[in-house]
């Protein structure tokens, strides 16, 4: 059973960063989509990074390209979220999910069976 678990959240003014991390253990196989995700209030959870764990193929969603990355360290089995120049409108509880590659399409939501408790991101104007 794979279990994430995220942190890193915070408050942060328009046009600084924050990193988020999520600490994955209970692999079974080399190979996962692992993503970030978001979801602000009323509203649907949307895809927001993803990467394929092993070619470190990545997913951005057209909002974050350029301003966020991310990357997974195998070695520590932790997938993170580089956030720079925040807008207020990135304000969203983010999760961290995994599943196997042939299971779900890189940034949608849906499918994903390994989600973590989620991470507070606050962005003020």
Known sequence: QVQLVESGGGSVQAGGSL?????????????????????????????????YTDAGRTYYADSVK??????????????YLQMSSLKPEDTAMYYCAADFPERVAPLNPVGYNYWGQGTQVTVSS
């Open 19 to 51: 990193r988020l991390s999520c600490a994955a253990s209970g692999y079974t196989y080399p190979t996962y989509c692992m993503g970030w995700f978001r979801q602000a209030p009323g509203k649907e959870r949307e895809g927001v990074a993803t990467i």
């Open 66 to 79: 350029g301003r966020f990355t991310i990357s997974h360290d195998n070695a520590k089995n932790t997938l």
